[in-house]
């Protein structure tokens, strides 16, 4: 059984940083891949950034440049750093895992999920 825990996360002011972070357990680690999901309340859940195993990384044209995505297979922790924040990235932040070794931005290709941190981004 995979388990995701993720940290971080909670109430900024635009512009500010903030770093969620996710430590997976029962599976191996360092050959997975993990994504970054975010939703807000009747929306669908939205692809934000992911880092395969072999750490290449993509993200979603409304993040790029100011979100990072990160790993440290040591840890077994993916990072994902928040900067210049904007009210419209307020919603709850997913990590999850995938056994896709490419490009996965849709939700229905990642198999476990943390259990959701908010990000609020006052104006």
Same mark, same amino acid.
Not at 53 to 67: D, E
Not at 86 to 106: G, H, M, N, Q
Not at 107 to 121: E, L
């Given at each position: 059984?995979?388990?995701?825990?993720?940290?971080?996360?909670?109430?900024v002011?635009?512009g500010?940083?903030?770093r969620?972070?996710?430590?997976?357990s029962g599976?191996?680690?360092?050959?997975?891949?993990?994504?970054?999901f975010?939703?807000?309340?009747g929306?669908?859940r939205?692809f934000?950034?992911?880092?395969?195993?072999?750490?290449?990384?993509?993200?979603?044209?409304?993040?790029?440049g100011?979100?990072?995505?990160?790993? !440290?297979?040591?840890e077994? *922790?993916?990072?994902?750093?928040?900067n210049? =924040?904007? @009210?419209e +990235?307020?919603? !709850?932040?997913?990590?999850? *895992?995938?056994?896709?070794?490419?490009?996965? =931005?849709? @939700?229905? +290709?990642?198999?476990?999920?943390g259990?959701? *941190?908010?990000?609020t981004?006052?104006?």
């Amino acid at each position: 059984q995979v388990q995701l825990v993720q940290s971080g996360g909670g109430l900024v002011q635009v512009g500010d940083s903030l770093r969620l972070s996710c430590v997976a357990s029962g599976r191996t680690f360092r050959s997975i891949g993990l994504g970054w999901f975010r939703q807000v309340p009747g929306k669908e859940r939205e692809f934000v950034a992911q880092i395969t195993n072999g750490h290449a990384t993509y993200y979603a044209n409304s993040v790029k440049g100011r979100f990072t995505i990160s790993r !440290v297979n040591a840890e077994n *922790t993916v990072y994902l750093q928040l900067n210049s =924040l904007k @009210p419209e +990235d307020t919603a !709850v932040y997913y990590c999850a *895992t995938t056994v896709y070794t490419w490009k996965a =931005l849709s @939700p229905a +290709d990642y198999d476990y999920w943390g259990q959701g *941190t908010q990000v609020t981004v006052s104006s």
